[in-house]
């Protein structure tokens, strides 16, 4: 079976790798695979607002193509941000209309990052797994995964975190007193870029 990528993606050959300290980290990316309208995705490193409007455009792409299910492959995040968060809840509360939904399911997750989804609600819409409840993720080979390259502008960062701060509000309304100070904090951002 051979994966294929939509959206802006580019080959990744080898992990491009920072070093520093006298030891190698790797850089936070996100990975991406489509097949058979399915979407697989894995971040790496810390999944933050930096990688979110990649996440967000990879998404809007697989799903205007008909792609339903997203797979998350969660072994190498170390942690998620309330906008990746939030933009992970846009993806499945997506409107398509009738009965039908995106599927969007995180496989491999720690326990920190498991619980900073629950805290926020996230569970009642997105179907989550601990490293320890199944198998390691499957994943496509190194060799034919993709690396979802896009750097944002800062007004698409100001767009992407305030709407995945909205869709946290959504998911439960117990957020919108967490957000309420980031939410008008990038209205202001929001108004005076437009300025």
Known sequence: MRWTAWGECATLGIFVALYGHGGV?????????????QA????????????????????VSVISKGCRTLQFNMSECTTLD?????????????????DEKIQVTLRGLNARTHSMLATLGLERIIT???RDETEEPAF?????????????GKDETLET???????????????AKRFCDVLTYLDQEIKRADD
């Open 25 to 37: 980290f790797l850089s936070d990316r996100l990975l991406v695979a489509v097949h058979d309208k």
């Open 40 to 59: 697989f995705v894995k971040p790496v490193g810390r999944a933050t607002f930096k990688l979110a409007p990649a996440l967000k455009r990879f998404s």
């Open 82 to 98: 309330s906008t990746f968060m939030g933009v992970l809840a846009g993806i499945a509360m997506w409107p398509l209309g009738g």
């Open 128 to 130: 989550c797994y601990d």
């Open 140 to 152: 496509v080979p190194e060799d034919e995964v993709q690396e979802m390259k896009h750097v944002a």
């Open 161 to 175: 975190m305030r709407a995945a701060h909205q869709d946290l509000v959504r998911v439960d309304g117990g957020n």
